[in-house]
Nanobody, 115 residues
């Protein structure tokens, strides 16, 4: 069955970095665009970034542009989010999602940015 498993979250100080990973299985990974979506405590879902199936196009929310980098390794069925210059407002549960329909979600990984 389709499975997305995020990892790499944790507690980091403002200005620090984290690298999130999403391991995909149960479907043809390189046929799907993939995205990261986050949800801050008490708030709704916020789209963060999307990468095309072949990696040729990438999009970022204005709130993370210049600080976050999305990438993928289709040989390893893995989606990556490199997060630098983290701010307190980046605190959230981060989810990887499949396709433009976002028809599959992982369980999420918690990122806490705090001193």
């Amino acid at each position: 069955q389709v499975q997305l498993v995020e990892s790499g979250g944790g507690l980091v100080q403002p200005g620090g970095s984290l690298r999130l990973s999403c391991a995909a299985s149960g479907f043809t990974f390189d046929s799907y665009d993939m995205s990261w979506v986050r949800q801050a405590p008490g708030k709704g879902l916020e789209w963060v970034s999307t990468i095309y199936s072949d990696g040729t196009k990438i999009y970022y929310a204005d709130s993370v542009k210049g600080r976050f980098t999305i990438s993928r390794d289709n040989a390893k069925n893995t989606l990556i989010l490199q997060m630098n210059s983290l701010k307190s407002e980046d605190t959230a549960v981060y989810y990887c999602t499949r396709g433009t329909a976002r028809d599959a979600w992982g369980q999420g990984t918690l990122v806490t940015v705090s001193s």
